[in-house]
């Protein structure tokens, strides 16, 4: 028999009215003949407010005893949902991460899932049941309650999905897929119905926060296939793959309408990252090093860089360095800068954070010249000015002025077609 996985985020387990709507979907599933596994996140909050509950008893929590209270949600909405199926007549059984043979690295709060050991798994699904597992724990060698880092739950999942060798990991969240941009900003905005692995994790880690990126990186390990789709609509949402998939599901769909779907569109996702800071180190000298001591001090002390854009003077003996953080850290980041850059003999540091970072995202960018320029062009007609670029294969990011962000992304989805991507 084929294993189906699906997952629930809190919003769709929140209420009882929900688990036995969720509860339903699985039976069905159940009854067209799969084998069902479930992995579910805590109802609703409830993370938060155990957190909550945490903080107002101590706050510096021993990491054992964190873990071991916020794994708690979880085990009710598994065993919550466990019941329903049981209502319906569908054999379930609930089971901790560490019964479900989810094994981490020794780390509270933020482990890794090594490996999982399917026996528990395998000879309950062969007695017929349904096996709702809680997201975002397992166990360590010491056989404590680890957890496995806020959003957890997508990446328990998947990994569980990879290790039964399923089908298709379901990933049942409260929007319909993934947009083309975000539809609050572009009303026009089209679902995507396939993305692969690559530009999904560009465009979770520039802020579309639909799935935790470490899901998505396992599931390219595995060639795991995820489906993100709407907890309650029965519609299909959106396809997550490797490119050698989607472009056979492209065929597929071309040879079905005769020809007439159009190839694929180099640019498939435009982003937009309200929460930068840009900042400038000035004519620091040009020598070997300098980079290395900026970045390596910034990395010790934690302060996550992405943009970074060096420029040389005319006379070529000192050079100016521009590089973004996320907002929160900046004044933490221009006290340090202030310190390398004395210490370097450089002029001084300016920052700015009244700055939004607008960037397109798709693999075939690569293959096809003029994107860039093109974004430049269509940034220029609007009059918005662009401080800071930077590219890579499947990327093109560009600062501008953070009041500004919202109207370079409608232009841009204009300008390149997105509202007719399919
Ligand atoms: N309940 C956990 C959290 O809120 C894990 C998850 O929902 O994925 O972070
Ligand atoms: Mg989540």
Redesign the pocket.
């Known amino acids: 028999m084929e294993i189906i996985v699906h997952k629930y985020?809190?919003t769709s387990v929140g209420t009882p009215e929900k688990i036995k709507s969720v509860a339903q979907r699985i039976k069905k599933v159940r009854e067209a003949g799969f084998e069902v596994v479930v992995v579910v996140?805590a109802m609703g909050h409830t993370t938060d407010e155990l957190i909550d509950l945490m903080q107002k008893v101590t706050d510096s929590p021993d990491p054992r005893e964190y873990d071991m209270l916020v794994s708690t949600g979880e085990q009710v909405s598994a065993a919550l949902l466990a019941m329903a199926l049981q209502a319906m007549g569908c054999p379930a059984v609930s089971l901790t991460g560490g019964q479900a043979g989810v094994v981490t690295e020794d780390i509270y709060k933020k482990a890794r899932i090594k490996e999982i050991k399917l026996d528990r798994l395998k000879k309950e699904l062969k007695s017929g049941k349904v096996v709702v597992i809680t997201g975002f724990q397992g166990v360590d060698s010491h056989g404590d309650i680890i957890t496995i880092g806020r959003?957890g739950?997508?990446t328990s999942a998947v990994a569980i999905a990879a290790a039964l060798k399923a089908q298709v990991c379901e990933i049942f969240?409260d929007v319909d897929g993934v947009y083309t941009t975000d539809p609050r900003i572009v009303p026009e905005a089209r679902k995507l119905r396939y993305i692969s692995y690559e530009e999904m994790l560009e465009l979770a880690s520039l802020g579309a926060?639909?799935?935790?990126p470490r899901s998505v990186e396992c599931a390219s390990i595995y060639n795991m296939v995820i489906h993100l789709r709407h907890a309650q609509k029965d519609i299909e949402g959106t396809y997550i793959m490797s490119p050698e998939r989607i472009l056979d599901s492209l065929d597929a769909a071309r040879d079905k309408e005769g020809g007439k779907m159009e190839k694929k569109e180099a640019v498939r996702g435009i982003a937009l990252d309200e929460n930068i800071a840009k900042l400038g180190i000035l004519n620091v000298p040009d020598r070997p090093g300098t980079a290395a001591k900026i970045f390596g001090t910034l990395a010790k002390e934690k302060i996550n860089v992405d943009m970074i854009v060096q420029s040389i003077h005319s006379q070529g003996t000192q050079a100016d360095l521009a590089f973004t953080v996320d907002r929160p850290e900046l004044k933490k980041a221009v006290e340090i800068a202030e310190r390398v850059a004395k210490e370097l003999q450089a002029a001084g540091v300016v920052a700015d954070s009244d700055v939004s970072k607008v960037s397109l995202v798709g693999i075939g960018m690569v293959s096809q010249p003029g994107t860039a320029a093109k974004m430049f062009e269509t940034l220029s007609d609007a009059g918005i000015n662009i401080q800071l670029i930077t590219t890579s294969e499947i990327k093109i990011s560009c600062v501008v002025k953070a009041e500004q962000g919202k109207k370079a992304v409608q232009m841009l989805h204009k300008a390149f077609g997105l509202e007719k991507v399919a």
Do not use: M
Not at 209 to 212: D, E, G, N, S
């Open positions: 985020g809190g996140s959003g739950s997508d969240t926060q639909v799935l935790h």
